[in-house]
């Protein structure tokens, strides 16, 4: 299976952060790819664009946003889509992400990815506003899966369940999110296994992993540290269903060399292989 969208399988990628840039930009390490926080170079100008110009001038870059704030009742932001579509454009963004979520409300960003209530009149806002940004970007958005720590007393239906409605009514693209499907199953009582069976695979252009911290009583998505094994195989199960898609790892906090954090992202191939049926 590859996904319906025609979009490539970049390989094994990496979140671009600032304290990589010399690295990367001195010794041209042999990534596949570069996941660029889209927030991050606009309203901007100067050195972190420089940065982003010579990067991506030489690996594939796509845009992965914290902001678009899809699930908000607040009018789409013209002024927010113009910036990403001319971002999108300068490094030839292969295809631009962002959360299902609502990030905030009268005009306020809370600067959180927060949870929606899964309800058909959700369902149809969020619908629409999906079918709005791909015609402005004139290209699929992929949504992200996020991780959640509460669920609305009011939902009619699960999460997984409105997560592929959605991709089928407004015909957008997925960024699934590994890590966060184990830390939302420990949180809140289900299986992966249930939501991996519910996802329309070829509608999967990208992989997320991470570490997460464990409280015991609940799992916080905090980016930090190695991937746990549990994470890495449930991504090997879910990159088989999908036929093969672009793999990102996410660090974003105690980072460590570039050389240790590409290791770690290159593990995925070790469980990639292990999923496929020899």
Known sequence: ?????????LGVGLGLRTVHYAHVLQERPAVDWFEILSENYMQTAGRPLDFLDAIAAYYPVVLHGVSLSIGSTDPLDRAY????RALRDRTRARWVSDHLCWTGVAGKNTHDLLPLPYTDESLRHVVDRVRAV???LGAPLALENPSTYVEHAGASMREWEFLARLADEADCALLLDVNNVFV???NHGFEPATYLAAMP???????????HTDHGTHIIDSHIGPVPDEVWRLLGHA???SGGAAVLLEWDAEIPSFDVTHA???????????ATPS
Do not use: C, W
């Not at 695979?201 to 570490?211: N, S």
């Open 184 to 186: 939302s199953a420990y």
């Open 81 to 84: 889509l113009t910036e990403l």
């Open 201 to 211: 695979f070829d509608r999967v252009v990208q992989f997320h992993v991470a570490g």
């Open 1 to 9: 299976m590859t996904n319906r969208f025609g979009l490539p399988d």
């Open 264 to 274: 770690e992202a290159l593990r995925a191939k070790e469980f990639i292989t292990a």
């Open 134 to 136: 791909q015609d402005f």
């Open 239 to 241: 990159h088989r269903r």
